[in-house]
C-alpha cells in the first residue's frame, strides 16, 4: 500500500517570504499523480496543484511551485511571496494511475503567516 | 450548482442512533468520493462511486456503513448505531471522469459535514 508523510506538523512564515513543505512517499508504481491541497477553517479542500509522475519538468501555478524528485519520491510545495490568505493546513495526496481514483493523504502541515 | 455541497453541516448524535450525511456532487461530474478526516486516523478514503460500476467500498471501517448513490447524482452516507470512535468531519468529492481519464482528474471537494457522537 501507498504511503504519504509529511514531517512538518508546523509551519511558520512571516508575510511576503518563502516557505517550503516537505512530502515524501512510498510506492512501487511508476505511474502515479501528486497534489498539494490547501484546507483553511472552512474546511473545504482547495487544490493547489498537481504532478504527473512521468513529467521531468516542475508544476507552477502562480506562487506555488513543487520540487518533484521521482527517484527520491520526494515532493516538496514551496510558497512564495506568502500572503496573510495561505494560512491553513496542507496536505499532500497521492493517486495511483493504475488502481482505482481514491487518494491517500499525508497528515498535513498547518501553515501560519505572521503579518 | 457551482460546487460541491453536503449536508448537514454539522450533527451532533447520541451514541447508537442512525445517522445520514449527504453529497451533492458538481453537475455532469460521473465520480463520488467519501473521506473521513479524524484527529487520530487522519484523512481517509471511505469509498468511491463511478458511473453505473459497482462501488469501491474498500475503505470503509465497518459494516456499519453504507453509501448509496441515486440516479447518478446524489449521494448518501449512512452510519448505523453510531460510535464515539465515528466522530469525525465526513468529506465528499466529486471529479469529472473516473480512472479511464486520470489525466484529467481532479477531485473537488465540499465542505464537510462534522458529526459528534456524544
Known amino acids: 500500500a501507498q504511503t504519504v508523510t509529511q514531517s512538518q506538523p508546523e509551519m511558520s512564515v512571516q508575510e511576503a517570504e518563502t516557505v517550503t513543505l516537505s512530502c515524501t512517499y512510498d510506492?512501487?508504481?511508476?505511474?502515479?499523480?501528486l497534489f498539494w491541497y490547501k484546507q483553511p477553517p472552512s474546511r473545504q479542500m482547495i487544490l493547489v496543484i498537481r504532478?504527473?509522475?512521468?513529467?521531468?519538468q516542475n508544476a507552477t501555478e502562480n506562487r506555488f511551485s513543487v520540487n518533484f524528485q521521482k527517484a527520491a519520491k520526494s515532493f516538496s510545495l514551496k510558497i512564495s511571496d506568502s500572503q496573510l490568505g495561505d494560512a491553513a493546513m496542507y496536505f499532500c495526496?497521492?493517486?495511483?494511475?493504475?488502481?482505482?481514483?481514491?487518494?491517500?493523504f499525508g497528515g498535513g502541515t498547518r501553515v501560519l503567516v505572521k503579518p | 450548482g457551482a460546487g460541491v455541497s453536503q449536508s448537514p453541516s454539522n450533527k451532533v448524535t447520541e451514541k447508537g442512533k442512525d445517522v445520514e450525511l449527504r453529497c451533492d456532487p458538481i453537475?455532469?461530474?460521473?465520480?463520488l468520493y467519501w473521506y473521513r478526516q479524524s484527529l487520530g486516523q487522519g484523512l481517509e478514503f471511505l469509498i468511491y462511486?463511478?458511473?453505473?460500476?459497482?462501488?469501491?467500498k474498500s475503505g470503509l471501517p465497518s459494516d456499519r456503513f453504507s453509501a448509496e448513490r441515486t440516479g447518478g447524482s446524489v449521494s448518501t452516507l449512512t452510519i448505523q448505531r453510531t460510535q464515539q470512535e465515528d466522530s469525525a468531519v465526513y468529506l465528499c468529492?466529486?471529479?469529472?471522469?473516473?480512472?479511464?481519464?486520470?489525466?484529467?482528474?481532479?477531485?473537488?471537494f465540499g465542505p464537510g459535514t462534522r458529526l459528534t457522537v456524544l
Open positions: 468529492a466529486s471529479s469529472l471522469y473516473g480512472p479511464s481519464q486520470t489525466s484529467t482528474d481532479t477531485q473537488y
Open positions: 510506492t512501487s508504481e511508476s505511474d502515479y499523480y
Open positions: 504532478q504527473e509522475a512521468y513529467k521531468q
Open positions: 495526496a497521492y493517486r495511483s494511475g493504475s488502481a482505482g481514483n481514491k487518494l491517500t
Open positions: 453537475s455532469g461530474h460521473t465520480a
Open positions: 462511486f463511478q458511473g453505473n460500476s459497482a462501488p469501491d
